[in-house]
């Protein structure tokens, strides 16, 4: 029977691997639909901002209170699973806390501190359910933000509940592994005198005082496997899920950007056309060939898609116009809505909302994803992003305060996303409203946006008293 129960764990478990690189490479082939850009540069400043930020919480801290809870929830949750490789092993090689005899001191410390963690996560998932569905927190509602539908709200209660039944799982298998201990019962009984009772589910084990041997050792397998079964569970619905960006979190932030906030890219195709022009030198890579201001050769792409330098496209109209940054972005975000919160447009009542831009931007990839798996890798459809997800509407209140920017909890630029197909519309479409066409002759004649003479700009000035 032991035999059996190895055998179908090993078979899970490899099942469980095999879907979960399935979606990663899934999930990376839509990214690389992107267009390349060079984020290796400035290694040690990268990895520093990695660090203070997707680590550290260091945006989250903006309200201590709430940064603290997250903090919790999330370094919580990551260092309470080291723990997951001695029940991997057990599972394996049908053992029982394989790592106990060898390091017995250590040992209990050890799970003392994963039971702190584990208290601390249940106790702050119940504070976030009760925030969103009780308190009702402005940001989580749809009737304030209309991409916060059935399933974004569905979502958040499934990774919460799902957590608390881990922790919970954890705890009770502790306690009663603790009762069968002091019982003596089978292999259990071996680690007596071994393993002490543990800091807080030690508080657990009157629950199981009239359970019978039996009883005990059926309700001890099973919370260890819920606990084992729901992680992997936990693993494969992650990917499909706002929560992906446990893993994103990490990557987004080390290859966000770096320049000053505010300061806007140059488009490489524009620079081109000013540069022959004017007759100047078209900006070169090291070995003397073309670049654009990123750094790649025109019309490369690491889809294998034409990239707008080929096909003369100004600004972005779908994911395939995009950079491979935003499609991360996209696939990193956290739903947490505070960039839509800290948005002026929004505030006023405009259609934009940054939250849903990225959510907008990451529902087309899966839709292209599942067009992949449905119809085969040639897959192509007559949707876009400009359009059939974001409206002109959206894109044109933005005001690129770059508030959204210094919100987000992991850098993630939604306005990058904006300014993309906000060109592509006024440049491609010729779809600029009124107001912009005539601030756009006024700066090409005039060089400011207003309409009068450069010799009568400090006119003003007279009539300042001194």
Not at 77 to 98: K, P, Y
Not at 104 to 114: H, N, Q, W
Not at 196 to 220: C, G, M, R, V
Request: aromatic fraction near 10%; hydrophobic fraction near 45%.
């Amino acid at each position: 029977m032991e035999i059996i129960q190895q055998i179908l764990f090993v078979a899970a478990l490899a099942a469980v691997v095999w879907y979960i690189s399935k979606r990663v490479r899934l999930i990376s082939r839509a990214i690389k639909l992107g267009r390349p850009e060079n984020r290796y540069d400035h290694a040690g400043e990268r990895l520093k901002t990695m660090v203070l930020v997707a680590f550290g919480q260091k945006k989250m801290f903006t309200n201590l209170l709430v940064g603290l809870m997250h903090f919790v929830i999330y370094a919580g949750f990551i260092i309470i699973n080291i723990e997951i490789l001695e029940i991997i092993l057990d599972g394996i090689l049908g053992t029982h806390r394989l790592f106990a005899p060898s390091i017995t001191p250590v040992y209990s410390i050890l799970i003392d501190i994963f039971e702190l963690l584990a208290f601390g996560v249940l106790s702050v998932c119940v504070v976030f359910l009760c925030r969103r569905f009780v308190a009702r927190v402005a940001r989580f509602q749809q009737e304030r933000h209309r991409e916060m539908t059935e399933w974004p709200r569905t979502d958040a209660a499934i990774i919460l509940i799902a957590e608390i039944l881990l922790m919970i799982a954890f705890l009770t298998w502790n306690a009663s592994d603790s009762v069968l201990r002091d019982r003596g019962v089978g292999h259990y009984g071996e680690l007596r005198g071994i393993v002490p009772d543990f800091l807080l589910s030690q508080y657990l084990k009157p629950l199981f005082t009239n359970f019978s041997d039996t009883a005990l050792i059926a309700y001890e397998r099973t919370a260890w496997r819920l606990h084992i079964l729901g992680i992997l569970a936990f693993a494969i619905y992650v990917t499909y899920s706002k929560h992906l960006h446990i893993a994103l979190g990490f990557p987004n932030v080390y290859f966000s950007d770096l320049q000053p906030k505010g300061e806007m890219q140059n488009m490489p195709e524009i620079t081109k056309e000013v540069q022959l022009a004017l007759g100047l030198p078209l900006s070169t890579n090291a070995d003397g060939s073309q670049a654009n201001d990123n750094g790649e050769q025109p019309g490369e792409s690491a889809s294998g898609v034409d990239s707008p330098a080929d096909i003369g496209r100004f600004g972005a109209k779908d994911v395939y116009d995009l950079k491979w940054i935003n499609l991360m972005n996209a696939y990193s975000c956290t739903e947490c809505g505070r960039c839509t919160s800290a948005c002026p447009a929004n505030i006023t009542g405009k259609q934009l909302s940054p939250r849903k831009i990225m959510m907008d931007t990451r529902d087309r990839l899966e839709d292209i994803r599942r067009g992949w798996q449905a119809n085969g890798d040639d897959y192509k459809d007559d949707k876009s992003l400009l359009g059939d997800y974001i409206t002109a509407e959206e894109i044109n209140a933005c005001t690129t305060c770059q508030a959204c920017i210094n919100a987000c909890p992991i850098n993630i630029n939604p306005l990058d996303i904006i300014l993309q197909l906000r060109r592509y519309r006024v440049m491609e479409e010729s779809q600029a409203p009124a107001s912009w066409n005539a601030m756009f002759s006024n700066i090409e004649n005039n060089m400011a946006p207003w309409k009068f003479s450069p010799s009568d700009r400090f006119n003003w000035a007279d009539q300042v008293n001194d």
